[in-house]
């Protein structure tokens, strides 16, 4: 009986996750609509997405974000924002971290989601990793918001790997761009959204999310052959953290 009851618990609260994502969307939809109809009112929709869409399901689940910051984002400025990757909730918990708007780029498939795929795919820049062309367009598209002002948003994993795996390997992309752009990279650490809302269905809770924004990593010295280098030194300092937790 307490399993079925665990099992009923972990089901609603899944429900309850999706029925919190679609419906600011709805609320929403007609100034979604219209912010989503030209580059320059990005600003407008990401205010909404951060201080509206992600709030209402990071609070709703009983989820409470916990930001410890080693170095602070300086308003107008960009960005390379990278971070662990192990649940929905890293999406709207980077939202909820900064203030500076950025552009997310995330797999293609997620535009199959009903309502959220619509706004995903005018938003934020898609990758197919399998098309080398994809790729090289990804960086043109990223060069164009970066002179609009905004930052960008890699989850440098490219992908959520198997629940077994603390941190896996990296991605060249988030540091071959930060590079090409002189821009800084901020490593972040989520230590909790594995356990809140996990992949695996009958698990999660309400809880605390933890962040640790780490302290910067300047690129204005670097070159591309410079990239393997970086990207090791923050993944080493995310998985240290990750590793240091347990």
Not at 218 to 226: M, S, V
Request: proline residues 4%.
């Amino acid at each position: 009986m307490l399993s079925f009851l665990k099992k009923l618990g972990h089901t609603l609260y899944r429900i309850w996750f999706y029925i919190l994502v679609v419906l600011p969307i709805v609320i929403m939809l007609p100034f979604l609509v219209i912010f989503t109809l030209s580059e320059r009112t990005y600003p407008q929709f990401f205010w909404m997405a951060r201080n509206i869409w992600a709030n209402c399901i990071l609070y709703g689940m009983g989820c409470f974000p916990v930001i410890k910051w080693e170095e602070r984002l300086k308003k107008g400025e960009s960005y390379m924002l990278v971070s662990n990757h192990t649940s929905m909730l890293d999406i709207m918990l980077m939202l909820k971290v900064s203030k500076n708007p950025f552009v997310f780029i995330g797999k293609k498939e997620l535009v199959n989601i009903p309502l959220f795929g619509f706004f995903y795919k005018r938003v934020c820049i898609l990758v197919d990793r399998e098309s080398a062309k994809s790729r090289t367009a990804v960086y043109r598209r990223a060069q164009k918001r970066l002179q609009q002002g905004l930052s960008i948003c890699i989850f440098p994993e490219g992908g959520v790997p198997d629940e077994d795996i603390v941190l896996d390997d990296f991605k060249d992309g988030a540091f071959k761009m930060a590079i090409a752009h002189n821009i800084p990279v901020v490593p972040m650490t989520f230590y909790d959204n594995k356990k809140r809302f996990s992949f695996t269905f009958y698990s999660g809770g309400p809880g605390r999310l933890r962040v640790r924004v780490h302290k910067f990593f300047a690129t204005h010295n670097l070159k591309e052959a410079d990239k393997i280098m970086l990207r090791e030194s923050v993944r080493e300092v995310i998985l240290n953290e990750l590793q240091n937790s347990r």
